[in-house]
């Protein structure tokens, strides 16, 4: 019998919080009985009411864990990692540092998470700063990529901690015994790009890592590389711009659609191939991007996530503890660490 | 009557030369017929050869001018600039710079058309380097978007010049009196960033150009600025990117469209609808990049564009000198400049 894996649940993030951590939690635990314990973590009459309309209740999969504070969306990372240490968010890193929790999931406050991570649970020897990172769709399947916004000034040696970090995670959750890892820049050829990129690229191909050298943007949703590298700005910039790309076409599609009855109808009989179409690059699906380089597994999801995509960012934590991925993590490293003592 | 605009075009530049070149620039001849003359400058045996095969001939608004030699599309642009003298690029900037044309247009290696460009027209006083700008279809209409690639490491300073060049040319070819002009950032909030977008933010904030803030990746494609302005390593990035979201959005739909027989015939009773909706979205339409902050027009064509994306090129090439954005920028410049001294 597999080992029944627990995770804590910041309910007050995201959002509306409650509203879809709670729900999305009960359709977990139904979907995954007996192979896991969810642990909801904030205020405890909001969160028995919302199970209450659900008609359901605590039990001993179902633990509501109460937390007096929350943290809000727009507060400032510094201050939250100050003064909110009973906080639903807090309080849920803790459950995973004391080891009653495996992982923990967040929709709140990017930054407040990741500084509260990184205070509690600390990062992985060998990595200087944790980073994100999200599977995103390809046509051939999916692309992890890292960093998307941790780190907005990287050196090269963190983008190799990421490459790290990201082949890693790749081999783990998709079992990709030699994971391609592509370093983002401006142009394939080796002259293109700055001076943090041409450097990364050096220790990159010096070491075993899969690395299939420079990749540019459109080759995160091609079948060239599984894990794309980049620092957090250009990252973020990546996913917010592939979002208004998606929203903008989507936007077009409905207009042309729309124009007038004859299009209407054709859209209507149409309906189930858009459908089928749009579920394939549904962000629902790819919610849930992995805070690497922690010792403890953390998952942040969207704040504007619903209850199936919150659901999703529970899942890929649930895969991430069977598949120990901060243990491999640290394994890897420490083979490299001790290679280039060895050089 | 309007001026003639003459338009130097780089016959050789782009993948396949003459072949998209001579017959872009017949059709655009002959839809402006009386306010545009074309010099097709190259191997003068095969642009003839290649006028003859779509009978046509030279004359006096079609003029061909003999270059000997051709830059590769992988030349460096630095053994480029030293040793191509007589290339059909080198010809048709001369051109420029020699006031027999108006704006030049090439489809060839963009950092041999930059460095040349930059080496003959040189820059605009109060300009450190010329930056790549294009403009991007959004909900609203387009926005222009720079740099796209020209400067991959960028100061806070010259993130403002590459904001008040944006404004000139959004006022000048738009017709948008104070264009709205967004510097793209990893987030809307003011501590969001790093210290690049961070000064360039308060230098734009204390200019007299409508600053909207920071704004996300998305902002591009939504109606929310007329400008995005950003380094060019990420500019780039955010480019292809959207190139690869849109390439896979297709993949996916002809995919299920194609699943069998039904769907195959909701296909071709959609297709009206689609390919009006495609026509919206098409990069052949927004094909033509400015480069931005030289003492003359130029405009780069996007190398594997076929005869209507080269044909637009042209079209922005025209509508740039009638509008003389390089003057205008000049005076934008000169004006920010004395109220600084003033201050």
Known sequence: MK???TIALDAMGGDVGPDVVVPAAVNVLKARRGEVRLILVGDRARIEQRLAEL????EDDLIVHHASEAVAMDELP???LRSKKDSSMRVAIDLVKSGVADACVSAGNTGALMAMARFVLKTLTG???PAICTSLPSVAGHTHVLDLGANVDCTSEQLFQFAVMGSVLANAVDNIEHPRVGLLNVGEEEIKGNERV???AQL???SDLNYIGFVEGDAIYKDGADVVVCDGFVGNVALKTS???AQMIGHYMK????RNTLTRMIGFMAMPVLRSFRRKIDPRRYNGASLLGLRGIVVKSHGGADEMAFANAIDIAILEVAKAVPDRIHAQLESLLTERQVV
Do not use: M, T
Not at 55 to 58: F, I, N, R
Not at 255 to 258: G, I, L, P
């Open 3 to 5: 080992a029944k894996r």
């Open 198 to 200: 041409k450097v990364a």
């Open 204 to 206: 990159l191909a010096a």
């Open 55 to 58: 008609k359901c209740a605590p």
């Open 127 to 129: 990595i200087d700063r």
């Open 255 to 258: 207009q042309e659609f729309s």
């Open 78 to 80: 510094s201050s939250a």
């Open 243 to 245: 979002e208004g790309v």
